[in-house]
């Protein structure tokens, strides 16, 4: 019997291993079989029964390799050893572990509230996450939306953020309109780039199985089997906001993150999410998580910095209030004297 098994391309260097050693000691423990590795192919010639156990061992093994993100030599010989393959389990070990990213990263919630967002994403159809900057609010959505992807509950991911100018000016940027927009959406590349291989992820980019656009582009749509993140919501406006959320399909899960702190919008709109969580806390399906600087997983300067700006913002606005007091009393003060003088 001859057997052509192909294999998924973005898995290929994983699943032949560097040099295909991987091939060769596949070789050595299917001593029976004549295997050949072309391309993205692997051929199989033998006895019937040894070429079928053959092919159900590399389903297994590209399995463990899709969940993992890495194949080692320990795990080929344990997966080709099973006696029987219905006891072969994907288990991590780790509840915590949302996935494994590239070469075998295991991107996990890590604080109390990335947990939190994890148990509500389980149990809720729409998440906000407030908090400020490092806290994972992002990474840790991503990293869900990836996994429901992986897992076929989804059939694809969409991420969105405001193109708000944050002090640069966007028609100054050089390229055309997607690369103005793309400094804007990096972080949101940065995140899918640690969770899958590059040829993969270019793959469903294309595909529009991932797609990263700007929120003015969610416009008339409806989003179905979908998990749609929209970032930097602190910087959409009431009415992007309504519009954003109103476009949940059926089969979708919305999660919308921002940092209240960092408003860029001009000081004459209101920020949608600040309206959002006035308007929606309390709706059944909606939740709200609020992360603070016990949540910040970048380095450890980051949570004396935003700690120092909280104070000194705190201090700004307590001065800003005696100032607008006093002169309020100073105008109180001249009406009286006026009047008394009249």
Known sequence: MEKIIEIEPSIVVGLFGAQNANVD?????????????RGNTLKAIGEDSEVELFENRI???ESHLEQFGKLTETDILNI???????????NSGDKNIILYGREGKAIKAITPNQKRLVDSAEKNDMVFVVGPAGTGKTYTAVALAVRALKNKQIRRIILTRPAVEAGENLGFLPGDLRDKLDPYLQPLYDALWDMMPMQKLMSYMEDKVVEIA?????RGRTL????VILDEAQ??????????????????????TGDITQIDLPKNQQSGLIQADRILRGVPGIDFIYM?????????LVTKIITRYEAYEQVQAEKAQAERVARQAAKSA?????TDAE
């Open 292 to 300: 603070d600087t016990k949540d910040v997983v970048r380095h450890h």
């Open 80 to 90: 080709t050893a099973l006696e029987d393959d219905r006891f072969y389990r994907l």
């Open 334 to 338: 001249d009406t009286v004297e006026k």
């Open 224 to 227: 179905d089997n979908a998990y």
């Open 59 to 61: 389903h297994l093994l």
């Open 25 to 37: 000691l596949l070789s050595h423990i299917f001593s029976k079989l004549k295997i050949v590795a």
């Open 214 to 218: 700007p929120l003015a582009f969610m």
């Open 235 to 256: 910087n959409a406006t009431s009415a992007q906001l309504k519009m954003f959320l109103t476009r949940m399909g059926k089969n979708a899960k919305f999660f919308i």
